[in-house]
């Protein structure tokens, strides 16, 4: 017979529970007395980053296997995290985009659905809103990606709201900027096979892990020619994502809301941040522009600061993001690279944060 898990009312079903982000919301809904129950295809997740509690092995389009994990554990919410989530990849492969993150997350929709699960925490993305008009951008600006990874998440979202309007499912909608840094307790961090966010590849550049970083264009109109995002500690988007779920949770209406700092930073500038944190030189070379990416991308976060009453604990100073990512580089990661559980691959940064 089956052993069945005891959350006494306080689970959360985590798809992509055992990611980068998950992982670190896992952390932080069990410090908040939540338990998290991981659902993961371990595709690119981490096993040994499911630390705070239980694994479930499942990929989010076999609808069967969640409607098994729901009515074993019973979650009173969702935080949805599983996605395909590289911008070049979508536009070489959009099959794969719209079936991971609109049907399979309709599926999980409908799984909550069925299981009378009303609160619902939905990683979003910047990308929604493609090359935007103003800067900071608004929630309220147009959305236009330009990609078939923005253009998934944004039609989720538009199946979010018609959802909340016709079966009563309340959801946080969060649209991260820049997710950067590590848990400050050096318990995880980034650590994927195929890596494509700056700091990171900075990071390996100078343990000599990774080729120089190269810089994708120096010639747009910012100060000092290369991109400017807006780049927010992974230890804050994770209490974002736990007070979006309390807000759902004590009746809170539905909210779309931006997660970034309003600070921008440019890639020259992280480098150089990056060389003092470490003391170190950040070998790097100068490419051309990627088609398609914006001089500058800064969030205006006013809305999560006022209703999820968002604090930036971590995330007001961009050494303080690259000194925890320094720490579990040279730590952390040290340690589980050694012990083969995740792998480096030279990539292209497909991504530009």
Avoid at 26 to 34: D, E, H
């Amino acid at each position: 017979m089956e052993r069945r898990f005891s959350t006494n009312g306080n689970a959360v079903l985590v798809t992509g529970g055992a990611g980068y982000v998950g992982s670190h919301a896992c952390k932080a809904l069990a410090r908040t007395g939540y338990i998290p129950v991981t659902f993961d295809n371990l595709a690119s997740g981490n096993r040994w980053a499911v630390r705070w509690g239980p694994l479930e092995l499942g990929d989010i389009l076999d609808v069967s296997r969640l409607n098994e994990v729901c009515k074993k554990y019973r979650p009173v919410a969702i935080m949805h995290f599983a996605a395909s989530a590289l911008v070049g990849e979508s536009m070489r492969e959009p099959a794969l985009y719209y079936r991971n993150n609109v049907a399979g997350a309709l599926g999980l929709l409908d799984v909550a659905r069925l299981h009378e699960i009303t609160s619902f925490v939905f990683s979003s993305t910047c990308a929604i809103y493609g090359i935007p008009d103003e800067v900071p951008i608004r929630e309220d600006a147009p959305q236009r990606p330009i990609n078939p990874y923005g253009a998934s998440k944004r039609m989720f979202e538009r199946i979010l709201a018609d959802y909340a309007m016709a079966y009563g499912i309340r959801y946080a909608a969060l649209r991260y900027f820049n997710a950067a840094g590590a848990d400050p307790d050096g318990d995880i961090g980034e650590c994927r096979e195929l890596e494509t966010h700056l700091i990171p590849l900075v990071l390996d550049a100078v343990l000599g892990r990774r080729p120089p970083l190269c810089i994708l264009g120096a010639d747009y109109p910012t100060p000092d020619g290369t991109a400017i995002r807006d780049f927010i500690h992974v230890a804050d988007l994770a209490e974002a994502h736990v007070t979006a779920l309390r807000h759902l949770l004590a009746g809170g209406t539905s909210i779309e809301c931006n997660l970034g700092t309003g600070i921008g930073h440019s890639v020259r500038e992280v480098i150089s941040a990056a060389q003092s944190v470490t003391g170190r030189d950040v070998p790097h070379v100068v490419g051309p522009r990627r088609p398609g990416d914006p001089p500058e991308l800064v969030a205006h976060p006013q809305r999560a600061l006022d209703v999820l009453r968002l604090t930036l604990r971590h995330s007001a100073d961009i050494a303080q993001i690259i000194g925890d990512a320094w720490s579990w580089h040279l730590g952390g990661m040290t340690a589980r690279l050694a012990a083969g559980p995740c792998g480096l691959l030279v990539h292209n940064q497909d991504n530009l944060n």
